[in-house]
């Protein structure tokens, strides 16, 4: 179809214009551009985009220390804040150990860990929630009795299935020859102590002897722990015998003992053996304290006044009194001087008569009511 000579008119009329008149071209420019952005300011406006959300950065305070034939990792319990649906919530932390020989360079980059280490098991959802303050994993270990280094490391999934950095790598060449548990075979409770006694290990965890013993450690749980502290009893250093006698104990309280032999690790470390068996003790106070000694009496006009020191027992609440004017009368039958327990050392009797002889002797009352045996008895006659 030709070209209609009307419109060919018009082109070339427009051409005409734009190329001899810029004032035209600007103008039309502007009628051009206002369409557009009339078409973008009416345009709907989109709603603003959520912030991106990222799994939560990887721990840094990974730590371990082998005790028999186990690994024990720990480390901070991640946040918990996060809503389910969150990215940021951790489901699941992946636990990476990767075996190594000891001679081999210690600088490994996360990409060479990554491609080399095995993932051994994970810490579960569950476990993450029902955690305090601390999270473990126990690894249990295969010793072949040939050096090795173990490289472990943990990384957190969250609930999109997204995977943080590697933990920090924890090093860690585990010995072989490590004394079995002891057992513990009873306790003994005494007014001064509490005490244990046990019978040594007959092997190492490998079945080899000599057995590889320095000494033991001794622990004490209360009602009120749920695990072991990692401070033993016996602060002053290992425990070289097969005894050991609690001094810091509270009658009335309920305890659980438990041992663990120790040995010469890795490069001169102490390694502790798994827990021994455990044992409860419930120590009830059923000892009475010692019968009060050394009184004197003082004689006055009218009154006598009895002196005497106190009780070594450190749990002793007070002293009862008790006179008779016939030494021979039935202990039973004296007559209590005191109303309520005496927690003073001296002691006043004013009801007295001049002239007459008067019979004393004391007991000691600890804080469990235990009564000692009555004391020597003393007497004076009143000025």
């Known amino acids: 179809m030709r070209d209609h ?5 018009i082109g070339a009329s427009l051409r005409s214009s734009l190329i001899q008149n810029p004032s035209f071209r600007r103008r039309l420019f502007f009628l051009l551009l206002i369409p557009i952005v009339s078409a973008i300011a009416c345009g ?15 721990t840094e305070l990974l730590s371990g220390v082998q005790r028999g034939d186990e690994v024990i990792l720990s480390w901070p319990a991640p946040l918990r804040n996060a809503p389910s649906s969150s990215v940021q919530s951790i489901r699941r932390i992946d636990v990476y150990r990767l075996a190594e020989k000891p001679s081999a360079p210690l600088p490994l980059t ?10 051994i098991g994970s810490v579960t959802e569950d476990q993450i929630w ?3 303050d601390t999270l473990t994993y126990t690894d249990k270990l295969q010793l072949a009795g040939q050096p090795t280094r173990l490289r472990y490391a943990i990384r957190y999934v969250n609930s999109a299935g997204q995977r943080a950095a590697f933990s920090n790598f924890l090093l860690i060449e585990p010995a072989a020859r490590i004394a079995q548990p002891p057992k513990l075979l009873s306790t003994e409770v005494a007014e001064s102590g509490i005490t244990l006694t046990w019978e040594p290990p007959a092997a190492n965890i490998d079945g080899s002897v000599p057995v590889n013993l320095l000494g033991y450690n001794v622990y004490r749980l209360d009602n009120s722990q749920t695990e072991v502290s990692s401070t033993p009893l016996n602060t002053a250093g290992l425990v070289s015998g097969t005894q050991f006698v609690d001094k810091n104990f509270k009658f009335g309280q309920d305890y659980k003992y438990l041992l663990r032999s120790v040995s010469l690790g890795t490069e001169g470390a102490q390694v502790e053996s798994l827990n021994s068996n455990m044992l409860a003790v419930s120590p009830r106070d059923i000892f009475k304290p010692s019968a009060p000694a050394a009184i004197t009496i003082v004689g006055a006009p009218g009154r006598l006044s009895i002196f005497f020191p106190a009780n070594p027992e450190p749990d002793v609440a007070g002293y009862n009194i008790y006179r008779s004017t016939d030494p021979d009368l039935p202990k039973d ?4 001087l005191n109303s309520t327990l005496l927690t003073k050392t001296t002691f006043q009797d004013q009801n007295v008569e001049s002239g007459k002889k008067y019979y004393y002797d004391l007991t000691a009352v600890d804080q469990a009511g235990n009564v000692s045996s009555p004391s ?5 006659i009143v000025p």
């Open 5 to 9: 000579p009307r419109f060919v008119s």
């Open 44 to 58: 709907k406006r989109l709603p603003p985009l959520p912030p991106l959300e990222r799994v939560q950065q990887r």
């Open 110 to 119: 996360e990409e060479e860990f990554a491609a080399r280490s095995t993932l």
């Open 130 to 132: 029902s955690a305090k």
């Open 333 to 336: 039958r004296w007559a209590k």
């Open 376 to 380: 020597e008895v003393v007497s004076e």
